[in-house]
């Protein structure tokens, strides 16, 4: 059984005043919480530490938003895995459309930085999704094939075994356009069954695919009940607490 992971991503939001405010909130609300679903915190880089610490003494885990492959350089304005190790950050989220779209970044360097989080035992979440316009054109299946197949270049199926993929289609992030959970599942399910022809049947039965694009309190349980959806990816409502415990609870 696959255990399913909400993971929250503050993207470029909160002080660390604010980041201290929320993390507190979301421990407090889940102080009694029976953790049948995985929680994984993703603020900014500014705040990870602060968070890391205060959820140290909880199930809470921590995540970075990017990293960068190398573990040390000159490479302004980077940060490394070990770096994000050292102050006990276990997860990365890879590969988002944002860093896609807005910073360049290519199937070949998530791919760099995919190794490099499994070379540093830190568990990558790898974004992947279709844009609107490859939707209407009916390549939305074709095309996350590709991607998946080129962000997993040199991955063992031992790692992917451990990994989390979220699927993300651009034009349901923060756009309030969610997918319906049956279009969620049908892509999830494509991805299952991309990884069992890459690696093998329980390589796919174990990865966990996430979904992300306009989760809340409201949509979370219709999604989250779709058998190839093991969690939820979640922006804009991971950042009040009252609505990303009620996708925790979803
Ligand atoms: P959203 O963002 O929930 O605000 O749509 C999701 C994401 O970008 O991970």
């Known amino acids: 059984m696959r255990r399913q992971i909400i993971a929250g991503n503050?993207?470029?939001?909160t002080t660390r005043a604010e980041a201290i405010v929320l993390t507190e909130a979301i421990k407090q609300a889940l102080a009694s919480y029976d953790g049948e679903r995985e929680v994984v915190l993703c603020p900014p880089f500014t705040s990870l530490s602060a968070v890391a610490d205060l959820v140290g003494d909880t199930a809470i885990g921590v995540g970075a938003q990017n990293m960068h492959y190398e573990s040390a350089g000159a490479f302004t304005g980077e940060v490394s895995p070990l770096m994000l190790t050292d102050?006990?950050?276990?997860?990365?989220?890879l590969g988002h459309s944002?860093?896609?779209?807005?910073?360049?970044?290519?199937?070949?360097?998530?791919?760099?930085?995919?190794?490099?989080?499994?070379?540093n035992a830190i568990t990558p979440i790898l974004c992947i999704g279709e844009s609107l316009a490859q939707r209407e054109a009916g390549e939305t299946l074709s095309f996350i094939k590709a991607q998946l197949t080129a962000g997993l270049t040199q991955i063992t199926a031992a790692q992917v075994s451990d990994m989390v993929i979220a699927y993300e289609p651009i034009w349901a992030i923060g756009t309030g356009k969610t997918a319906m959970a049956a279009q969620a599942e049908e892509v999830c399910k494509a991805i299952r069954q991309?990884?069992?022809v890459l690696y093998d049947t329980a390589t796919a039965e174990a990865v966990r695919i996430q979904y992300g694009g306009s989760v809340k309190g409201s949509n979370a349980a219709?999604?989250?009940?779709q058998p190839n959806i093991d969690g939820a990816l979640v922006g804009g409502a991971s950042l009040k607490s009252e609505d990303f415990?009620?996708?925790i609870n979803g």
């Open 245 to 247: 415990v009620a996708i």
């Open 87 to 93: 102050i006990g950050c276990e997860y990365v989220i």
């Open 98 to 119: 944002e860093r896609r779209q807005y910073f360049g970044e290519t199937d070949a360097l998530i791919n760099k930085k995919l190794q490099a989080a499994f070379a």
């Open 194 to 196: 991309t990884v069992a």
């Open 222 to 225: 219709d999604i989250l009940s």
């Open 10 to 13: 503050w993207k470029m939001h």
